[in-house]
């Protein structure tokens, strides 16, 4: 599955959905709010979409609450073609220490973020079939640290496994990143400086006092 352009295949997806006149609903799992902020603002205009914040990576627990936060208000003050809906998890760490155990001293970019990949999106997928979802998907793609295509094999399997189409995506193109920091900006977001998780700021050089 290599070279994929998965973008052409969203343009496809949302043009056949113009054609045939219909709002499909979306589970779009979202990181935090910049990332889903362009990611809204272009899918609303296809979807009734469900935000989905499923991201125990996050460390420490008041970073997590502060994204979950900043998401909910930004999904309040973006105006939208279509309804935006809200389910935010609790911080459950133990999912990611879990998932991740024994690549803890694997560097950013590798097998220890596609095992965190995998979490998240198996859980959205869960989500998404039991709500009766059309789709669901990531803004993970939106970031240029993020590996698309690893995301969107990922994406592939689980919608087999759960029986939810997968919406293919990479939403850095089409200058989706740029639009995501105007945004950002545009509505005062909050943009965190690391990735999300203990080894994220391990590898930038935070200070870390902590207890697991």
Not at 57 to 73: H, L, S, T, W
């Amino acid at each position: 599955m290599n070279n994929i352009n998965y973008q052409n295949q969203l343009d496809k997806i949302l043009i056949d959905i113009e054609r045939a006149g219909t709002v499909p609903s979306l589970l779009l799992h979202s990181c935090c709010a910049p990332c889903s902020s362009y990611v809204l603002e272009y899918l609303s205009r296809y979807f009734k979409i469900t935000v989905f914040y499923y991201n125990p990576n996050i460390y420490p627990e008041e970073e997590f609450y502060k994204r979950r936060a900043e998401q909910e208000r930004f999904i309040g003050e973006l105006p939208v073609k279509n309804p935006i809906g809200f389910m935010g998890a609790e911080h459950m760490s133990e999912d990611f220490y879990k998932a991740v155990k024994g690549l803890e001293h694997i560097r950013e970019g590798g097998e220890r973020c596609f095992a965190c990949y995998r979490l998240r999106l198996e859980a959205s997928a869960a989500a998404a079939r039991n709500m009766g979802a059309d789709y669901f998907t990531t803004t993970l793609s939106i970031s240029p640290m993020k590996n698309a295509q690893k995301l969107n094999e990922i994406g592939g399997e689980l919608a087999e496994k759960y029986g939810v189409k997968y919406l293919f995506s990479d939403f850095k193109k089409k200058n989706g990143y740029k639009r995501s920091t105007e945004l950002s900006r545009e509505y005062g977001i909050y943009r965190q400086n690391y990735c999300g998780c203990v080894f994220s700021m391990k590898e930038r050089g935070f200070d870390i006092n902590e207890e697991n």
